[in-house]
């Protein structure tokens, strides 16, 4: 069981946008490429059950955003925050996609407010 769910800046699919797929890139990269594709695919192919079972979601759930900086739609995360039926939504304006990078400071105080830390 899930006790409370965290998610950091994370678009939701919306179907009526198609995402292109990037080819493999020639130099490394600092993380996983083979999950990119996969979740492209995932965001253009979504189970069509996706946005209708967000009320499923029974943990407390904090959506952290990175604001107008962030290449993901903020309403979408604001749609997604409406259907989950105990959720907050916090954006961190400025922050960009790696929120948990760029602002740490703001990114540790919504993390720790929502869990009750310290």
Same mark, same amino acid.
């Given at each position: ?7 950091e800046?994370?678009? !939701? !699919? ?7 797929? &990037?080819?493999? !890139? +020639? ?10 594709? +996969?979740?492209?695919?995932? $965001? ?9 079972? /967000?009320?499923?979601?029974? @943990?407390?759930? $904090?959506?952290? #955003? #990175? #604001?107008?900086? +962030?290449h993901? !739609?903020?309403?979408? /995360?604001?749609?997604? *925050?409406? /259907? ?11 922050? #960009?996609?790696? %929120?948990?990078?760029?602002? %740490? &400071? *703001?990114?540790?105080? @919504?993390?720790? +407010? ?5």
């Open positions: 069981m899930i006790d409370r769910l965290i998610v800046d994370t678009p !939701p !699919p919306f179907p009526d946008k198609q995402i292109d797929i &990037p080819s493999e !890139p +020639s130099e490394p990269v600092p993380f996983d490429w083979q999950v990119i594709p +996969s979740i492209l695919q995932q $965001l253009n192919e979504p189970n069509p059950q996706w946005w209708d079972r /967000l009320k499923d979601i029974i @943990a407390p759930t $904090l959506i952290i #955003g #990175g #604001g107008n900086n +962030s993901v !739609p903020q309403n979408k /995360l604001y749609e997604v *925050a409406e /259907l989950i039926p105990d959720c907050k939504l916090v954006t961190i304006e400025g922050a #960009g996609h790696h %929120v948990h990078e760029t602002n %740490v &400071p *703001a990114y540790l105080k @919504a993390v720790k +407010s929502f869990l009750q830390l310290r």
